[in-house]
């Protein structure tokens, strides 16, 4: 018989009795708690390692399975309260277009460990870490954590300015066995997962290995997401203590999308043709090569004309190989203290690929490839989609002369009227993190450190397209592995050195009141550097070289309280404050740290003047569970949280421009402090269960995060903070109104809701998401329409006396059950003009069986 069910959401059941709540205490992110056997789980808890005066809540693997096989543990949680999780495809693996916000925070102001080690801020170009689905194949999760006020102290991470995201890896099981599973569904969808547990063997170890293959064309274009995974751990576990090894292996393609840029029409004026051309989707043209030049592009490699921004690529994708391993031995030192280590390492390397038409990056090249560039006067030269074409201004060259240069320019680059760029990344990172915990009475004392090396490479490259052997322009070949660039626009190296200590105490004060209080250290020593700089042109608005130097932030003092109360055993009240810091990101391909700002003096007013964001964190609410009778348990949960939010970063474009779609930027930006972020908001959710048979989950959230300042574009004083609100919408003397404004990309309003019925060997699931309308320009003169999508799964288990296996289900997993269609992932465009949109996938089924042995 099929198990019900788990609830998304429970409260800490053990917390609401004194004595269990001080042995909740010991959980440390070496232990992991494991999978069910059986298809079914206890009820997930509220739970924060190491602590439950701030709001946490797990969602087990086995919940993350149904929601559909193979999904990523990012994907899953957006099941959970006051979390929004968007991509392009169902599995939530592309990590181009993913948008995570968790109480007004975006994904990179987060942070992320897996088996409590540290997966970096998540951005797409990634220079510290990698996404949680590359660290562990997904059917190996037991669980996710996410903290969604404040992450705990020891959480190893240097941008969990808002909450955390901590995936567990399962644990090799005590029984050996086989497990298996084979998905086929929608777009050639095929992914295989097997796993081998040994059991236990040698007195008192266990291990296993598991390995899964996944391949799906993209939904609207001829790309393909596919790569190979591999975990191994092992575990030996005896009085003295517990060793854990364990190592992942990914290597993975990942097609991008396209997104769509949408104009708003100024104030008294009309959309010009090229802002009306908004298409819901934009595909790739991959592998009709001969198609794309003969009917697309013009001989110089030029776009339409009438699509602007909204022109279409060749092909874009993700190209991401990852070693990841650590070894961790948690020392039983005394009955009353353990003694944990880790120690971990991290390779990565990578590529991100867009082949689009030269067009659209002739500035870039042009100082590269032409011979009379130096030569020219500036206003000869050409500008984007207009290779070939002699400006208006120009007197130097004829018609006839610009057209043969804009030729050259496509012999140059292969004939093709193509160009492929690049941004080539490596990441390896070690380092060791440390935690004693030691019981003295009513106290539970926890000290530890982490310190992580990082050395970063970021490579800008271009390559040319043979129009005679077209063969090498696919999104499933690196191009350095069958040719040498054109030429490299510039390489960044950075080192990274973080440092970050915790105390914490755990005091049970009385029988029913738990009080914790402690701090923690932020410390970053980052240095970058360009061995190649961008030739004087290629990147419009730089002065002079990109900056290199050096910039320490040191903070010592970050401090956490709360306290936890036992109501009356059904319900208990909790409330937390707590302080966090984001460091700088020490990117340098791209805009958002401060070594791509427009010139070494503004990277050095930077460094001298320039503030970490910070935040303070404040939350309090009420966890409940009441037996109803009749088999009826009814918990719940309400959270009421405050956020100021200082010094907000923001990277200002001096110049954009480029291939579309956020895949080429033609020019560099400022980095500046625009001001504060207040934020409030509040998440309810209960889930009521009547025994095995039905289960209902729903969660509502609102928030409501605001600017405090507007700030201005001008290019003196770019970006200073003002100190009044001009309100309005339009951009006024070089001021933008943000002040008083939602946060654009995050609703006010949403509301999950997952509902299980199980009757006898057949479960059906229904899991509604609705997303509030959301704002997409920072003054709020441009709205997005809210949506709702519902998915479907129905799962049928196989009798063990039918098959001889056990844990047989044959599952149906229905996205976007009733195909509606929307924007999913907004990027916000600059000041009040525009913004860029991806679509929503269709619908989409999925058939999974699945067998264990």
């Known amino acids: 018989m099929i198990q019900p069910s788990v609830s998304l959401i429970a409260v800490t059941l053990a917390a609401l009795t004194p004595a269990a709540a001080a042995a909740q205490q010991a959980g440390t992110p070496a232990v992991a708690s494991e999978p069910a056997t059986d298809g079914g789980a206890e009820a997930p808890t509220i739970v924060v390692t190491g602590g439950q005066t701030r709001t946490a809540v797990e969602l087990p693997g086995t919940e993350m399975q149904k929601i559909l096989p193979g999904v990523s543990p990012l994907k899953a949680i957006q099941t959970l309260p ?45 220079y510290n870490g990698l996404s949680p689905q590359r660290a562990v194949i997904s059917e190996n999760v037991s669980r996710v954590i996410v903290a969604t006020g404040a992450g705990d102290l020891a959480t190893a991470s240097n941008s969990n300015l808002g909450g955390t995201v901590e995936t567990y890896s399962s644990n090799p099981l005590a029984v050996p066995g086989i497990q298996a599973a084979q998905t086929v569904g929608s777009y050639d969808t095929s992914r295989t997962f097997v796993r081998v547990d040994t059991g236990t063997f040698g ?55 396209d997104a ?26 991959y592998p009709d090569f001969n198609g794309y030049r003969g009917n697309y592009l013009s001989t110089l490699g030029n776009s339409p004309a009438a699509q602007g921004g909204n022109y279409r690529n060749y092909y874009s994708d993700a190209q991401r190989t990852d ?223 990109l900056p290199e130097g050096r910039i320490d932030t040191l903070r010592w003092f970050l401090p956490a309280v709360g306290a936890t109360f036992d109501v009356n055993g059904h319900e208990q009240l909790y409330a937390n404050a707590q302080k966090n810091l984001r460091q700088y990101q020490a990117y340098l391909a791209g805009g958002g ?20 964001e910070s935040s303070w964190t404040y939350e309090a609410g009420v966890r409940s569970r009441r037996e109803l009778g009749g088999g009826v348990t009814l918990n719940a949960q309400v959270n009421y949280y405050h956020v100021d939010f200082q010094d907000r970063l923001l990277a200002i474009s001096t110049n954009p421009g480029g291939i579309a779609g956020g895949a080429i ?66 951009v006024t003397g070089g001021i933008v109104p943000t002040c008083g404004k939602q946060l654009p990309g995050i609703p006010k309003w949403m ?29 709020n003169d441009v709205r ?43 990027s916000i465009g600059s000041a009040t003009n525009n913004y860029s949109a991806y679509p929503i996938p269709p619908r989409q089924w999925f058939l999974t069986l699945s067998a264990a042995y």
């Not at 939904?219 to 005896?238: E, P, R, S, T, Y």
């Not at 009309?270 to 790739?284: E, G, N």
């Not at 070494?600 to 320039?610: D, K, L, R, T």
């Open 665 to 730: 930027t033609g020019g560099t930006s400022i980095l500046v402090n625009v001001g504060n972020v207040k934020t409030d908001g509040v998440d309810a959710a209960f889930t009521l269960r009547a025994g095995r048979i039905f289960s209902l989950y729903n969660a509502t959230s609102y928030n409501l995060s605001k600017y405090q300042r507007d700030y201005t574009s001008t290019a003196s004083g770019i970006g200073a903070a003002t100190d009044t609100c001009i309100g309005g919408y339009l």
């Open 323 to 545: 070693y990841l391993a650590y070894g961790r031995y948690d020392a039983r030192l005394t009955p009353n203290a353990t003694w944990s280590n880790t120690a971990y390492y991290h390779h990565n390397d990578g590529v991100g690929v867009v082949a689009g038409p030269l067009g659209q990056s002739i500035a870039t090249a042009q100082p590269y490839l032409d011979p009379a560039y130096a030569t020219l006067p500036t206003n000869c030269r050409f500008s984007a989609n207009n290779n070939g074409v002699r400006p208006s201004a120009c007197t130097a060259l004829t018609a006839d002369q610009a057209a043969a240069a804009g030729a050259a320019l496509v012999t140059a680059t292969g004939g093709s009227g193509l160009i492929t760029r690049t941004t080539e990344y490596r990441i390896d990172r070690w380092g060791v993190i440390s935690a004693l915990d030691v019981e003295l009475g009513a106290h539970k004392i926890e000290l530890g450190g982490w310190f992580e090396h990082n050395s970063t490479t970021q490579w800008r490259r271009w390559y040319a397209v043979d129009v005679n052997n077209p063969g090498n322009s696919t999104p499933y070949i690196r191009p350095l592995e069958v040719a040498q660039p054109l030429f490299t626009q510039y390489q960044g190296e950075a080192t990274i050195e973080q440092l970050q200590l915790h105390l914490q105490d755990s005091w049970q004060a009385l029988d029913r009141l738990l009080i914790q209080a402690g701090f923690k250290t932020s410390a970053q020593w980052a240095t970058g550097r360009y061995p190649v700089q961008p030739r004087a042109g290629s990147l419009s608005g730089l002065a002079g070289g």
């Open 260 to 285: 769509t840029t949408f104009f708003k029409p100024s104030a008294g004026g009309t959309a010009s043709a090229v802002q009306l051309y908004t298409p819901y989707t934009k595909p790739f043209f």
């Open 784 to 826: 997005v329409p809210s949506y709702f999508l519902a998915s479907l799964r129905i799962a049928a288990r196989v009798p063990d006396d039918i098959l001889p296996l056990r844990k047989t289900e044959l599952a149906l997993n229905v996205t976007n059950l009733a195909d509606r269609k929307g924007q999913s992932t907004l």
């Open 203 to 257: 007195g008192n170890n266990t291990a296993y290995v598991s390995g899964v293959r996944q391949r799906a064309r993209a939904w609207d274009f001829n790309g393909i997401q596919g790569g190979w995974q591999a975990n191994a751990k092992f575990v030996h576990d005896d009085s003295i203590g517990k060793l854990t090894l364990y190592f992942d292996y990914n290597d993975m393609t990942q097609p991008n999308e």
């Open 751 to 779: 509301n999950k809701t997952v509902a299980t019925l199980s009757l006898g060997p057949v479960e059906t699931q229904v899991i509604g998401d609705y997303v509030g309308a959301r704002f997409a320009t920072f003054s």
């Open 593 to 612: 740290g401060p070594w791509f700002t427009g010139s070494q003096a503004a990277f050095n007013a930077f460094a001298q003047s320039g503030r970490p």
């Open 82 to 126: 006051g979390v929004l999780y968007i991509t392009a495809d169902p599995w939530g693996n592309n990590e181009q277009n993913a948008q995570l916000f968790i109480h007004g925070f975006a994904a990179n102001q987060l942070g992320y460990t897996m088996d409590g080690i540290p997966l970096g801020d998540q951005s797409y170009g990634n």
